[in-house]
């Protein structure tokens, strides 16, 4: 279930925040939140979260109808429109986590990549690696990255990915602040955000509180 925030009751947020608070997906990420969830299993929950947030945030996909044969009759019967128009786009390194069980649900849709890290002094983002597909006007794009803490890093990529003109943008998320919900919408107020969770806030160090730590140190076993 998509649940919408609306205006009045969280005044300094926009419309365009959806939390995906389907019993699964909760289930999934409090295991993965534990402290001493293994590197292993913190990956597998984060696939098996990836493709649920991939069912919800689908699901105005279009769909046509084409002409098929089952063993009984002939049916129109539906089939995406345009799932091959369809691309993610991984803020690296730890959107790759949610990249990859995206994928198993969508094999069929282009991947892009946007490399950002976090200067821990400054909090602001430094892009070393940028490559979409080319005809990324007539897709549409998702952007998937684990947590949008400061929303930084979130600003800088969809700023970078809007000069490539996609057709249309959803950001997907397992945790947001309200901090970075903030500071995204201030400046992509139409770029739709999805997550399974908001978070009480950020500690000086610009992370989610109570959060599930670094999770590209989670997902690779670098922490």
């Known amino acids: 279930m998509i649940s919408g925030y609306l205006l009045s009751s969280l005044p300094y947020m926009t419309a365009n925040v959806f939390v ?3 019993p699964l997906i909760q289930h ?3 295991l993965a939140r534990r402290a001493e969830t293994s590197t292993t299993k913190f ?3 984060i696939t098996e979260i990836s ?3 991939a069912y919800e945030v689908t699901r105005d996909l279009p769909l046509r109808y084409d002409l098929i044969k089952t063993p009984m009759a002939a049916m129109n019967a539906p089939v995406l429109a345009s799932d091959k128009k369809l691309v993610i786009v991984s803020i690296m390194r730890a959107g790759q986590g949610i990249l990859d069980g995206m994928l198993q649900l969508i094999p069929s849709a282009r991947v892009g990549h946007i490399g950002l890290y976090r200067d821990p ?12 597909p080319h005809d990324i006007e007539e897709r549409d794009m998702i952007v998937v990255d684990p947590m949008i803490a400061t929303g930084n890093s979130a600003v800088a990529a969809v700023d970078r990915l809007k000069e490539t003109s996609p057709r249309s943008l959803k950001l997907v998320c397992l945790l947001t602040a309200p901090e970075g919900i903030q500071n995204f ?8 955000i999805y997550t399974a969770a908001i978070d009480q806030g950020l500690d000086e160090n610009g992370y989610i509180i109570p959060g599930l730590g670094d999770a590209g140190d ?3 076993g670098t922490k």
Not at 185 to 192: E, G, K, T, Y
């Open 51 to 53: 493709m649920l947030l």
């Open 185 to 192: 919408h201030s400046h992509h107020p139409d770029v739709p």
């Open 121 to 132: 002094k400054l909090l602001i983002p430094v892009e070393y690696y940028f490559k979409v």
């Open 20 to 22: 995906i608070d389907h």
């Open 28 to 30: 999934k990420l409090t």
């Open 218 to 220: 989670r997902l690779f």
């Open 43 to 45: 990956r597998s929950l």
